[in-house]
């Protein structure tokens, strides 16, 4: 096996294609700092599911601080959950819990982000701070952006919040389309108030990233990538996916998901499902209310999940059965100015924004 084969990279962090140059891609990894500790945590990430090799704890947790949403975003696979699983918060003594138990166990990152909207918990400030003040080198979540304001945003930067990524789908009336009732000039300000303010402050962090779907921006990635380029520190496009739709997209034949491997997941109420696909919990491996992380990591329900991929038997898993992840992917060349990249795409996952209702 040739080296760099142990860096391949899985369709989850394929499908996120960086449109940003690469000279500021690296800027952006050291503004994150601690480059050893990144390194480490890469290498981890990487190399042990090339091997199959179960580390001794994850090296990220997601952490969901919120599994409510003010947005009914079209694309999400929320509109595929039971309504018992679309409301709530985590708490913060819950929150606690968690943190002081992979702080001990050395975590490099955590996101506060899942299904829903981190910005709704009303003790999200506090969850970064307390999780800055155990040690954890990367602390970061994924928002809509519309709960954003000066106080909020403020409190954000002064909390140590190492970067902050948004979802921001097309722009003008294609994001209004998708991102109703939020409108493109209110995210625009919202994400320049802490923009201003962490550069006012004299801040690399939060690091900005910006995010969108290809099928929002496939008629003007240039002027996407162009509006966004001067603002964030990255800007992403993301493949289109037919999340939660039985649709009959081409999968990989014998799929190799890294997540098990790699991450775990922790829902709101404590609830571990498969992983961040899962939004349904279809397949619950565990609740940190009764166990440790480390006991469900190592659990029996754990090493079912990574059995059946390592004996190709992936699809014999529900939530695996409908991922989008598993699908075949393509190749595609874009010009963004004076250069053409190349994206990753999922075959037969195209996203319509014209499908899209305006009365939604």
């Not at 040690?135 to 403020?154: C, H, P, S």
């Given at each position: 096996?040739?080296?760099?084969?142990?860096?391949?990279?899985?369709?989850?962090?394929?499908?996120?294609?960086?449109?940003?140059?690469?000279?500021?891609?690296?800027?952006?990894?050291?503004k994150r700092g601690n480059i050893h500790g990144q390194f480490v945590d890469?290498?981890?990430?990487?190399?042990?599911?090339?091997?199959?090799?179960?580390?001794?704890?994850?090296?990220?947790?997601?952490?969901?601080a919120a599994v409510s949403c003010q947005l009914k975003c079209p694309m999400?696979?929320?509109?595929?959950?039971?309504?018992?699983?679309?409301?709530?918060?985590?708490?913060?003594?819950?929150?606690?819990?968690?943190?002081?138990?992979?702080?001990?166990?050395?975590?490099?990152?955590?996101?506060?982000?899942?299904?829903?909207?981190?910005?709704?918990?009303?003790?999200?400030?506090?969850?970064?701070?307390?999780?800055?003040?155990?040690?954890?080198?990367?602390?970061?979540?994924?928002?809509?952006?519309?709960?954003?304001?000066?106080?909020?945003?403020?409190?954000?930067?002064?909390?140590?919040?190492?970067?902050?990524?948004f979802s921001i789908d097309g722009l003008n009336e294609n994001y209004e389309?998708?991102?109703?009732?939020?409108?493109?000039?209110?995210?625009?300000?919202?994400?320049?108030?802490?923009?201003?303010?962490?550069?006012?402050?004299?801040?690399?962090?939060?690091?900005?990233?910006?995010?969108?779907?290809?099928?929002?921006?496939?008629?003007?990635?240039?002027?996407?990538?162009?509006?966004?380029?001067?603002?964030?520190?990255?800007?992403?496009?993301?493949?289109?996916?037919?999340?939660?739709?039985?649709?009959?997209?081409?999968?990989?034949?014998?799929?190799?998901?890294?997540?098990?491997?790699?991450?775990?997941?922790?829902?709101?109420?404590?609830?571990?499902?498969?992983?961040?696909?899962?939004?349904?919990?279809?397949?619950?491996?565990?609740?940190?209310?009764?166990?440790?992380?480390?006991?469900?990591?190592?659990?029996?329900?754990?090493?079912?999940?990574?059995?059946?991929?390592?004996?190709?038997?992936?699809?014999?898993?529900?939530?695996?059965?409908?991922?989008?992840?598993?699908?075949?992917?393509?190749?595609?060349?874009?010009?963004?100015?004076?250069?053409?990249?190349?994206?990753?795409?999922?075959?037969?996952?195209?996203?319509?924004?014209?499908?899209?209702?305006?009365?939604?």
């Open positions: 096996m040739k080296f760099f084969n142990l860096f391949k990279l899985s369709h989850r962090e394929l499908d996120y294609n960086r449109l940003t140059s690469q000279l500021k891609a690296m800027t952006f990894i050291l890469r290498l981890k990430w990487h190399v042990a599911p090339r091997f199959f090799y179960v580390v001794s704890f994850p090296t990220h947790v997601d952490i969901e999400c696979l929320r509109h595929t959950m039971p309504s018992q699983l679309m409301h709530g918060v985590m708490d913060f003594e819950l929150f606690k819990k968690i943190v002081d138990e992979i702080s001990k166990e050395k975590v490099y990152s955590i996101k506060l982000s899942w299904r829903g909207e981190p910005l709704l918990n009303p003790n999200i400030v506090r969850m970064v701070e307390y999780a800055k003040k155990k040690g954890i080198k990367d602390v970061a979540f994924l928002t809509n952006g519309e709960r954003l304001n000066q106080d909020l945003a403020e409190a954000l930067v002064d909390a140590g919040l190492d970067w902050i990524s389309k998708i991102r109703f009732p939020e409108t493109f000039e209110n995210i625009v300000k919202k994400v320049m108030i802490l923009k201003k303010y962490r550069d006012k402050k004299n801040r690399k962090k939060p690091l900005i990233r910006v995010q969108t779907i290809w099928g929002a921006i496939k008629n003007y990635p240039e002027t996407y990538f162009q509006f966004w380029e001067n603002i964030a520190d990255k800007v992403y496009v993301i493949a289109d996916q037919a999340r939660g739709d039985i649709v009959d997209f081409p999968r990989v034949k014998n799929y190799i998901c890294s997540e098990p491997w790699q991450r775990i997941v922790v829902g709101w109420n404590g609830i571990i499902p498969q992983c961040i696909t899962d939004y349904s919990e279809v397949n619950v491996l565990g609740d940190v209310k009764k166990e440790t992380l480390r006991e469900i990591w190592h659990g029996k329900k754990f090493k079912q999940l990574r059995m059946s991929i390592k004996e190709g038997k992936i699809y014999d898993n529900k939530a695996c059965s409908v991922c989008h992840d598993t699908g075949v992917m393509y190749e595609k060349k874009v010009d963004i100015g004076k250069k053409v990249i190349k994206i990753n795409l999922y075959r037969g996952q195209e996203f319509d924004i014209a499908k899209i209702s305006d009365k939604r």
